[in-house]
């Protein structure tokens, strides 16, 4: 073997698992009493084995256990001294509360949030601004409740929805919850809990008016688009002037009606502003509560949305979830959670290290060498090297050559 410095003593995925160390999880599996029923498979083993499993691409339990079997000699690192057989796993993914898992990733998060800051943010709105949107995994329909319309020959998925809210300066989620596919995306709101003056941002189809007037009464500032058939009474409309850009179409105040708990009849004071999208030659209707934004910037709060899709995007693409390696809902989510947690302790590596490679790249680095002996440092300046080199060459005449 290479006796050069680039080797070190544990492989990557003990370095990965050392941003989430065993000591670390002691609390949570103390807290969430995940081990008082379980003598073959402990929580920090099922972890690590779960997180195996999502950082390597498995497809089932047999490739999760034929995986770590290979690295025998070598769980010392994990600290680990047996693989778990695959009834014991599938056991335990069935019977250990996936939120356990949850609070895995809520302790990471909260331990790595200044790491994964983003300095070039704006402050002011957008440190206060959190997004809120959702994505669905394909079931089996017996897991499951379907959604969607049905098919021309009847055939429809089940699914698993999760309902994500992230912080718009991290980009990474502060609250998670799972339902079937078919359930209305406005329940999640019940479980928003913000500080007076926080700033949050959703699709329509979260636009639920009894919950923006709860939002109203805490001071909590909302962001979303106003429903093709909303029926409101305007009241007034602002002259817009010189300054006002020319997207603007119109910045008015609305009446909204709506039923109460009660199932009286109340109205709601909003602020609607119609937006012309020139790139996209399109009209958008915004509503908020907020009354002292510049319309520009309400627009543009809207627009940052598009980092949860980014999100979900980077979760999708990098880590295999359309196969689960469980056939019930509570072992789907913990697979979906150690996801999460991946995606989470892959970000801190990709920033710490100031690697200018895609995270997508990073993470198939990784998942190549997880066994490797190498650095994590040292591989990913070694790939930002060979980049830096293949840069300075010049094409000419078919051939690559070095620039003078």
């Not at 290979?70 to 600290?79: C, D, P, T, V």
């Not at 009847?154 to 359930?183: E, Q, Y």
């Not at 700033?199 to 007037?213: P, R, S, V």
């Not at 913990?334 to 290290?353: E, G, K, M, P, S």
Request: proline share 2%; hydrophobic share 40%; net charge positive.
């Amino acid at each position: 073997m290479n006796k050069g410095n680039n080797f070190v003593g544990q492989h990557i995925f003990s370095q990965i698992l050392s941003l989430s160390s065993r000591n670390s999880l002691k609390q949570v599996f103390t807290k969430t009493q995940s081990d008082k029923w379980y003598k073959s498979i402990k929580s920090w083993d099922h972890y690590v084995t779960m997180m195996f499993a999502v950082l390597s691409g498995c497809t089932s339990l047999r490739e999760i256990v034929m995986g770590l079997e290979a690295f025998e000699g070598k769980l010392n690192h994990l600290n680990m001294t047996n693989v778990p057989p695959r009834s014991t796993l599938a056991d335990a993914n069935k019977n250990r509360d996936s939120s356990v898992f949850s609070k895995i990733y809520e302790e990471l998060s909260t331990r790595y949030r200044l790491n994964l800051s983003d300095s070039t943010l704006p402050q002011g709105v957008l440190s206060k601004l959190f997004i809120i949107d959702s994505t669905v995994f394909g079931l089996f329909k017996a897991i499951l409740k379907t959604s969607g319309r049905s098919s021309a020959d009847g055939k429809k998925k089940g699914g698993i929805k999760k309902n994500t809210m992230i912080k718009a300066t991290s980009h990474t989620p502060v609250l998670i919850r799972f339902n079937a596919a078919a359930d209305n995306d406005q329940q999640f709101l019940k479980y928003v809990d913000l500080p007076e003056g926080s700033y949050l941002t959703m699709d329509k189809g979260y636009n639920n008016y009894k919950q923006f007037a709860r939002f109203t009464e805490k001071g909590i500032f909302f962001i979303t688009r106003q429903k093709d058939n909303a029926v409101y009474e305007s009241v007034s409309e602002k002259i817009l002037g010189k300054d006002t850009p020319q997207a603007v179409l119109k910045d008015e105040i609305i009446h909204q009606t709506y039923k109460d708990d009660k199932n009286m009849e109340q109205t709601l004071e909003l602020r609607r502003i119609a937006w012309w999208d020139a790139q996209n030659d399109r009209a958008y209707e915004f509503i908020t509560n907020n009354f002292d934004l510049a319309a520009i910037t309400v627009a543009e709060i809207y627009r940052y949305r598009w980092q949860i899709e980014l999100f979900f995007k980077k979760l999708k693409q990098n880590f295999q979830l359309q196969y689960f390696v469980g056939d019930n809902q509570n072992a789907i989510e913990i697979q979906i959670w150690c996801a999460l947690i991946a995606v989470l302790l892959l970000t801190v590596i990709h920033q710490y290290n100031k690697s200018k490679m895609a995270f997508s790249n990073v993470a198939t680095l990784l998942r190549i060498h997880l066994a490797g002996y190498i650095s994590i440092k040292e591989l990913l300046a070694l790939h930002n090297k060979k980049k830096a080199r293949k840069s300075k060459t010049t094409a000419y005449d078919g051939g690559l050559f070095p620039s003078q």
